[in-house]
């Protein structure tokens, strides 16, 4: 019976390390079986070893490889996909397109599809005005789809030109296709981000009219962003609107509507969202539901009901508490002063009952809030663990952390944050 275990981060680092040294070692290991006479290739295995001698930057060793496959018939276009995906990751993008170039030399055909993995590759590593030319090299003989416009719309947004994926929109109506949802919602992700809603609430208008209604995704994100910016009102009426025009909610979308809720000071309907109205549309909350309605309690210092929402989290059946679970508690009790019990014993529910590891956020919150509680002792036992977790502090941590340890004449202590902090500077 195999065991789930929910590993600390700095392991799951370490085994992921000893995972790819392992895959090197693969490489040897495939070597020493293909001598053995009833040894047959396995084209999943090779595609694999490509794609980890990819990541590890053994790029040299990737294309000896992808030669060796080509020779045995072995190359598939999953296969170039990986390989021109690791030469775009690595900088090497001409690389790539050389790959795609010689897709006939691998028993490979030059058509949409391959087109548009070459496209996607490039545009992910925002390399979309390169993309862009070779399209327009290629169309002329390759016809695009509408992924492949698609495609653009991501790249454009991805490098904040979306006025130019914009024109991708009315480019790709001329060749005959309807921009989808997704077309549409990328570029309203990107005005969210700009901040320019009256660009959203026109591209929501054109979608109607276009006949391609809004998902619960799209109103989610705008509702997220409203919200972000201080339009509380305006993110609930989004959530209205969504409503009427009888899109169906998701979890992701009660937890952002009862955010909103909470930061809006509205606990009463947040409380009936969760209590009442998720129940009756059977969606069920997950962690980040629980979470924040745990934060929308702490906010108010409702200390009570943000500790019945997290025993509830841990006895729910759907999820379990994480770090963020926690987070906005262990800040209550630093600014409620309550720090010997009550953080004590949060943190040894963290740690010994759901066994989690602090992250950045939370070493952070720790070691500032218990050097201004001239506690820097303990502070400086937590900057410990963060170092030996692999885990960088922030260099503000570090002199906060420096100057009262030095107030406390521990100077082992100083001496090791200094030494550290000259590290940061040299790397």
Known sequence: MMLML????????????????????????????????????????????????????????????????????????????KVMRRFAGAGDWRDAVKTFDELE???????????????????????????REIFLELKSH?????NTFNIFIHGWCKIN???EAQWTIQEMKGHGFRPCVISYSTIIQSYCFQSNFSRVYELL?????????PNVVTFTTIMHFLTKSGDF?????????????????????????????GRADRIEEALCVFTKEMPQNKIY???????????????????RMALQYLRDLENSPYCKPDVQSFYPLLKLYFQAGEIERCLTNLLDDMVKKHHLCLDLATFTLLIHGLCRADKCEWAYRLFQDMIGQSIKPRYVTCSLLLQEVRQKNMYDAAAMIEDFMKTMKSS
């Not at 691998?106 to 590593?125: A, H, I, P, Q, R």
């Not at 390759?142 to 509408?146: M, V």
């Not at 208008?205 to 209604?213: A, L, S, T």
């Not at 993110?235 to 509507?257: H, I």
Request: with cysteine; charged share 25%.
């Open 105 to 131: 030399n691998f028993g490979l055909v030059k058509n949409t599809e391959s087109m548009n993995l070459l496209l996607d590759t490039l545009c992910k590593e925002k390399k979309v005005n390169q993309a």
């Open 233 to 261: 009102n305006e993110a609930l009426q989004m959530a209205e609107r969504m409503k009427s025009v009888g899109c169906k909610p998701d979890t992701l979308f009660y937890n952002a509507l009862i955010h909103t809720l």
């Open 142 to 146: 390759i016809p695009p789809n509408a």
């Open 161 to 163: 030109r979306v006025e």
């Open 6 to 81: 929910s590993l600390p981060k700095f392991l799951q680092q370490r085994m992921k390390l000893k995972f790819f040294r392992l895959w090197y070692m693969t490489l040897d290991v495939t070597r020493w079986v293909e001598t053995c006479p009833a040894y047959k290739p396995s084209p999943e295995l090779y595609d694999k070893l490509v794609d980890i001698l990819g990541k590890m930057k053994q790029l040299e060793k990737m294309r000896a490889l992808l030669e060796e496959m080509r020779e045995n018939h072995l190359v598939s276009l999953n296969t170039i996909a």
């Open 285 to 303: 909350p997950n962690t980040s539901t629980y979470n924040s309605m745990i934060a929308m309690f702490c906010h108010h210092r409702q200390e």
């Open 205 to 213: 208008d054109e979608m109607e009219v276009q006949g391609c209604p």
